[in-house]
Every structure is written in C-alpha cells, then in structure tokens.
C-alpha cells in the first residue's frame, strides 16, 4: 500500500508459519516520522505487545517494524499517519578526562554517526574505541568494530564513521592513554629482549644466581604482563624499585595503603606471623635483575608467578597500589602478583579480605555478621583454636580492618583488642586512651599503657557490633593441606573425578571445591562460573552431609570432626551461575604480543592440563592437548621438539614454555591462527570455554589424611542429586505415592520425582 509517494507500507500474510508481517519501504532521500496503531485485533497477537508506535524511517530503507501471531480465524484494523522530516545533525559532547571530549555526531540524511576525539591538553592523547552489541550498524568499508586514533595537542581528531540503517542500537567502550610513545616503545623493546634471553629458561624453577649470570647487567622486563595500559588502564608512570629493600624486619606498620584503597588485600598480613609472609616470596633479597618469585594460591592451588619490579605511580609520584614503609617492597610485589594472576590491577579493588586470605595462606575464610548473643564465646573459639580474626569497618578510604590481638575479662567484663597499623583512626568512645572508666587495676591487668603510636586500642565486647558491620575469619591455617584437580564437563554437568578420603585417627577437616575468582578478567563471562555443592557420603555410601552455600560464589566448603574410616566426596553441580550485568571484554593482541585477554585464557588451558597441581604438564596430559591441534605427537618428539625448545624442567612444560609456545603461534600465524588453535581445544572465537572447567579439592585436616580421586559416572551423579534432594531438599507435592522434591541452587531449583506405586506413572511439570 502506498503510504506517499517513495513510501510503501507492505503487509505479509504467512499463513503456513502462522503470523502477519508489516515492512516499511522508503526509496526516497528523506526522513519520515511514520505513526502506526492496531485499531481492531481478532485472534491475532502482536509479537512484541506494542499496538501503537511512533518509528523513524530513514532514507533508502527496507525493515520489518512489526509483526502478529495468528491464534485462529482473523481479522484486523490499523491507522497510520507519516511525517516528512528535515534532515537533522544532532551533536552530543561526553567528557572523558581532563580536557578530552568524546564528541558524537549523527546525520540522519547518511545514516552515518561520526566520532571525534577533542584534545585540549598540551600532550598528544591516543583511543581505542570498541562497539558491541550492535544491532542495525553496517560498516560498508571493512565491517570493523575497534577504531583506534591519535590526536594531537589542542586538535579534533577524527576516530571513524558508522553507519546505520533501520532501527538500530550500540554500546561500545573506550581506553585512552597518554601516546607518549617514547617510553612504550623502550618497554616494548625490554620485553622483546627479555623474551629472547629467557627462551627455554625456566624462571619458575632456575636459581637467582644463573639467571643473574643470564642477564648479566639487564634488566627484565615481564614480556607477559608488561608495564602499559593492558595490565592498567588509567594515565600512569612506570618505575622500577631500584634502591628498596625487599625486606628487613617484618612488622605491621610498615604497610601504608595506596591510593586505591586496598588493604583489603594487606588487612591479612598484619595478622600473620614473619615465617608466612618470607613463605610467599622467594628471594629474600633484592634483585639486581628485577625478577621475582611469588607463591600465591589461586582457584585454589599453590601457584609460583614471575614478575618484574615495575610498579605503576601517578604524575605526582603517588604509588597507585600499595608499597611499604621503610624503603620495603615486599607488600608491593605481593600486590603486582596477583594484579598479573588475574589479569590486571583493577582486579585488586573488587575483592573483600575473606578472599585475600585465601590467596595468601591457601585456607579457608569467611565473613561473619555480628550476633549479639554468644559473641564472646564464638571469639574465643575462634582465636584459641588458631583462627585469625578480623573486624571490619565501613570506610570510605578503605581502612577499615583491625586485628583482633587479644580477648581479657577484667572486673567481669569482657574485652577485646584491636589493631589497624596502617590507618590514623583514633578511638574515641568508652576506653579510649583519655576514657575515664580506666582504672590502676584494669591498666595492670592489661599491661595497658597510654602509646598513640601503638595503634591498637581496648573496647568492650558488647560494643563490638554497634561499631563493625562483621568479622573476617581465617581457618586452618597449621593444618595439613591436601590439593586434588578435576574437570566440570560444561556440557553433561559430570565430573572427572569423585574422592575416596581414608581417616586413620579423629580429625577435624575443611573440605573445599575452587573455581577461578570473580575478580579475574573474564571469570564471569567467558569462563562462567558453576553453581557447585559437595555431597559427602559414609564408608557404606549412605548420605552424611553436604556443603552450604559460601559468601564467595567461586569456592565451597564443608567442615568436620570425623572419625577413622572412609569417605566419599561427590562434587555436583547445578549450571552455570549467569551475570548478565558484567560486559565481555574484547579479544585481541597488541605489538605482537600476548594481550591480558589471552593470558588469563591461556592459563585456564594450562590448568586443565596440569592434572596433578604441580604447575607443570607431563607428555601424557600434553599429548592429547597436541593431538587435537597439529596431530600425533611422541614421546621422542614431546621432548626434541616442546622440551627442548620452551622454558621446561627435564620432562615436564612449565606455564611459562606453554605461553612461549602459543607466543611464538601468535608471531608465526598471527591473532587469527591463535584463535583458531584454542577453538579446537574448547574456545569460542571470543575465547569463551564451552568444553570443560578445572576444579581443585582442597582438604585441610587436624591430623594427616588421604585423598584418592575415583572415576565419575553418569549413575553416581543421579544417585548423589537424589540422596542431596531427599536428605536437603523440601516437599513440593505428594499425590497417589508420587513425591515431587526440589533443592534451591544459585542457577535454579533442582528437582527430584518419586514413584512409590507398582507400576508407572506420568507426571507434567
């Protein structure tokens, strides 16, 4: 039906697929403003509810703007009514940064939006500008959807057109960075030389005195992890820690928070002994060639990570991340390995201190609300049986965690002290320093004397939670550690591995299942996180308990006292937990080297062949890995041409030579060939895994253990959910011996169907 001339509404009937189609056609140069309205529906439903709209229809365009769902015999009535419009350039200005405009120009008559970058700096500015989830968006000249410009100083500089046609829609996100390319580029060229030097050397296993004869008077420079806007995108300086100490005297005050505010990360190692901190880092001593070793614990097992000692400053010679006290850099280098673990620094201020225990010590930890009713006896628990104890506070500043150092009752009431070492909060209240309710006694008693530098102070029980929101407790942490891999199938929802655990005398344990965290670039999005229990069966395979669900969505845990025997441990799991709020990042290379993205991707492909959490992968677990991609491979040539060529130990390929191989894939061919190379392992494109995804059993016990991993099957997981539900779940229906069950899980609800009658039965759900 002609609307106007140049003007066509058509209408489709689609009788076999049962639905009524109405397409607007415009051959003409001009803009209308086109009014449609449903006047009368019989049997007929419009797909997306909407009976009137109000629609745009841009020069030489052919869409669909609506369609009806025929639900019998039909009839129908519509009113339209159109508007020529006036070509129209809109104009929006979004600031950025100081002095930097975002400007984005529509132009309705070309269907084109055109971006520009306004610099009114006196420094040349470089952006990166990324679309996603686009809908209607055309790019007639090479379809890209990353644009990236330089603009000089005081200068507009155009970033790209694009083009769009019928409705449309976008969201796209943007990096910028000082291109002050002087520096980058002697970056680039540290990293390049570091690669060279450090081909097929282990820097995971190899003493500080080869590597330094290695280097001679070089310098490294982390090639996978290297000081520019990927490991920390925001304007900063890159130092080495030339002329610190790494470490003297270990002591609490010399841990001053940066300006990120994140000593949730240090709020941990105030309270941990000097033997556990010199633990975490090997080298003790400074390093002539900047290479450090740290050993964290991440998704769940011990893992070493290499890092040079660039840090990142502001202009003002403010550390952006935390750095000691006392010319020490010990806390900086702990904070720059799991910045690197992760991904990048921004990783560090989404986390809580509960997390940052675990990474630290490798047990267990969580956040308690405050009760008031038995608080003082659950402290003492807690703290006489090995446990740290940390009050946390709402603060802005991020420092509101203090160490609870010790509990005494004095003339009947019962008090607790704490400790914040890096923060000047002073406490005011009852028992404060100028308090008058100190006495000679209580002073006695405590061996309290009036020190401000001391930072610790007195308060009673009872105040406890009407100045702290909850405390942070650490389990474990002289236990026997026990660690054991597995793999989730994406798919099937089966594991690997079940574990058999052999108790000789009473012990008391904490079972755990790990997955990767949530502050890891990608974990929410391109390696979902699943929605886990552990179900614990008795020698004769009867229910006895399961885990609960964990304030952190990547870990489990269940604890307790069990006596000599058997026990079985069946990991389930119910699907992925989706956050459909989180943004998947863009995948891509930059200077030809490995870009964070691929990193963190890498690294989960390295731990789902690292079956025995050794942070090594043998010829047997990398042959199948090998076979996949480039065929047959054996043992003579895992050896002459993986072993011999990349960073190994005498049989076994370190994390390192893995990531030097697909280092060199990516040099020989390209970002394309890489991706290709992971989708035939399990990755999408945008390097989402769909395949399978490692798993780690941790088991810390009062007294030693044995772990055994045993084949899963298909049976044992039928007969885990039924035991769980029956024992776990909650009624939903009982009708003629028919018994519907369900179990609540993060991704949904579970549920079980019980046929109690002789014969079958059909049931709807």
Known sequence: REVCEGLDLLVLKCIPERKIEFHLNNSTEFIFLFTFDFTELSNLVPANGETSMEIEVFPNSNFKFTELVIEGSFSYKYHFKYQKLNPQTKVKNQPIADNLTLQIQRTDLEQKITFRLCNYREESVKIELSFFETDGIVNPEDQKMTYTALAEPNTETEICDVYFEGEWKYKYTYKIWLSDSEPQSTYLMECYKSLHLTRNLPLETLSFEFLSRVFGDDKFTDPFFMPSELSLSTEVDWKRLGGFQLYTEFHESQIIPGFDGSPWFLCPLAAFEQPLIKSLIENLSTNENGIYRVKLCIAGEWTPVVIDDYLPWFKDDQAVFSINLGEEIWASLLIKAYAKSHGCFESLVRVNGALAFTVLTGCPAFTCPFSVDNLWNQIWDWKTTGCSVVATLESEDGNGYFSVEAMETVQGVHLVKLKNSWCDLEWLADLSESSSLWTPDMRESLKHTLDSKEKSFW???????????????????????????????????????????????????????????????????????????LVVFNQDKTFQSASSKSELPESIYWESELQPGKYYLVPVSSGEIIDSKTKPFEVYAQENLLSPQLLVTLKELFRKLDTGCLNLVSYEDFKEFYSRVWGEITLEEFKVNIINKYSSTEQDLTFQGFLELFQEVLWKEGFAGLVEVLKKVGYTENLESVETKPLVLSAHSSSQIVVSPLDFSQSLEEYTWTSYISERGYLVLAQDQVVLSALDCCSGSIFLLANKNPQKVSAEL
Do not use: P
Not at 512 to 519: F, K, P, R
């Open 459 to 533: 308060m009673s029980a009872d105040s406890l939670h009407k100045v702290f929101s909850n405390l942070v407790v650490g389990k474990g942490l002289n236990y026997h550690q026990t660690r054991k891999k597995t793999l989730l199938d994406i798919q099937s929802q089966l594991f690997q591995n079940y574990w058999e655990v052999t108790v000789t005398e009473k012990t008391h344990v904490i079972l755990g299942v790990h997955q990767e965290d949530t502050t890891s670039l990608g974990s929410k999005t391109h390696r979902k996180l699943q929605d886990l229990s």
